[in-house]
């Protein structure tokens, strides 16, 4: 009962077994000036510890804190997680330090607070494999820390719905990743998110940093600045907006090592594909890099989406058009169509590609472009034996200084 609760999570912590719950009155508080480091290397992904901050007086629902429930006062002092958490609704706050939880694969964090009142860090919150932030709310007082840190050689965590605010550092929310040459894998994934209470820009940095932003608003006055390099890095920003409500849903920008591809309004296929008001037609461009090393390395548009109503065969067409000085040819620009081939296969098929061994011409296009230049179109005929959405990605394996292609997003399915 509530009288014999033990007084600090620490006690809860250690006295853990398999399959406890661990409720933490909404109003609890404690504090230590030293760093509080949970771990018993006893929890696991699949049997992590649960920790509900609650009303004690209905502990059959979690109720989130209204302030700090864990806290740390020193000086570069961090609340550290080593074993598997899921936190519900608890409030977490750090003078100056790291919300840490690395070697917590699995972790999961639910309408929890992060809060730091006096950081001069170089990263707020480090995340392993697997860690999930959903609908938390990040809110650093300070401009000195950094943000993000995706905790080294490992994949990354995930953010939905959450919320960031306050201050970050002077160039902004970083999203760093390790070392240069580390190869982290995956990306750190922020999904609905909501930046427009940073003072800064938001900044995806590190040579080994790869990020996706999807749905997610920032400030009108913030830009996504990036530094790529390294293995295999990118920048994916797409669908996302400002708090200037000027925004209009369709904000595309894919960063990679061979090239950007981000949304035109200035140069747009005639009946093509609009933003969700129908008023603004727009393409993808594919500008490719310096740093692409031919077509094995190509730059990847962003996915398409094709509904296919009936079964049978079934020809996938992306109209596009380039300013190359010499036309891109099968070698060198293609898509490929991801479809279900066989009856009851869980497992695409893949149509299209590259011609490895030709350089066979693609074909002229004849539908009607704004600010086109040549124009060309992809298509592929396959057999598919179930109706569904399926994806299409366009691919670009050419290099040519201040050239690009562009393609429209809308996929005619015939």
């Given at each position: 009962n509530w009288t014999k609760a033990a007084t600090t999570f620490g006690v809860a912590w250690s006295a853990w077994t398999s399959g406890d719950v661990?409720?933490?009155?909404?109003?609890?508080?404690?504090?230590?000036?030293t760093e509080l480091l949970y771990a018993a290397d006893v929890m696991s992904d699949t049997d992590p510890c649960v920790v509900y901050s609650v009303d004690k007086d209905s502990s059959d629902a979690y109720t989130p804190a209204s302030a700090y429930q864990i806290r740390v006062t020193g000086a570069n002092v961090d609340i550290d997680f080593n074993d598997c958490i899921h936190a519900f609704g608890v409030w977490f706050e750090m003078v100056d330090g790291?919300?840490?939880?690395?070697?917590?694969?699995?972790?999961?964090?639910?309408?929890?607070?992060?809060?730091?009142?006096?950081?001069?860090?170089?990263?707020?919150?480090?995340?392993?494999?697997?860690?999930?932030?959903?609908?938390?709310?990040?809110?650093?007082?300070?401009?000195?820390?950094?943000?993000i840190n995706t905790g080294g050689n490992q994949a990354c965590g995930s953010f939905r719905g959450c919320t960031f605010t306050g201050k970050s550092a002077a160039t902004g929310l970083i999203v760093t990743g390790n070392t240069a040459g580390a190869r982290p894998v995956g990306a750190s994934l922020f999904e609905g998110c909501d930046f427009s209470g940073l003072t800064n820009t938001l900044n995806i940095n590190n040579v080994s940093s790869n990020a996706i932003f999807i749905n997610c608003v920032y400030d009108s006055a913030d830009q996504f600045q990036e530094t790529i390099g390294g293995n295999h890095n990118f920048c994916y920003v797409y669908a996302c907006g400002n708090s200037a409500g000027t925004h209009k849903n369709y904000i595309a920008e894919h960063k990679l090592m061979a090239g950007s591809v981000t949304q035109d309004t200035a140069v747009y296929r005639t009946d093509g594909w609009t933003d969700e008001d129908g008023d603004t037609a727009l393409s993808h461009k594919m500008a490719p890099s310096s740093n692409m090393k031919g077509a094995h390395t190509p730059l990847v548009g962003i996915d398409l989406r094709a509904y296919v109503a009936s079964t049978g065969s079934t020809t996938f067409t992306v109209e596009a058009n380039h300013n190359f000085t010499t036309a891109p040819t099968a070698d060198e620009a293609w898509i490929e169509v991801y479809y279900l081939g066989t009856s009851n296969s869980v497992l695409y098929s893949v149509a299209g590609g590259r011609e490895i061994l030709g350089s066979t011409a693609l074909t002229t296009s004849t539908v009607g472009w704004t600010g086109a230049t040549s124009k060309i179109k992809f298509s592929e005929t396959v057999t598919v034996n179930k109706a569904g959405t399926y994806i299409v990605r366009v691919f670009l394996g050419k290099y040519e200084a201040s050239k690009a292609l562009w393609y429209c997003p809308l996929v005619d399915v015939t």
């Open positions: 661990i409720y933490m009155h909404s109003g609890h508080q404690e504090s230590s000036a790291d919300f840490d939880v690395q070697g917590a694969y699995g972790s999961y964090f639910v309408d929890c607070n992060c809060k730091w009142t006096a950081n001069t860090t170089t990263r707020v919150v480090s995340l392993p494999g697997g860690s999930v932030f959903e609908n938390c709310t990040f809110n650093n007082a300070t401009a000195a820390a950094n943000g």
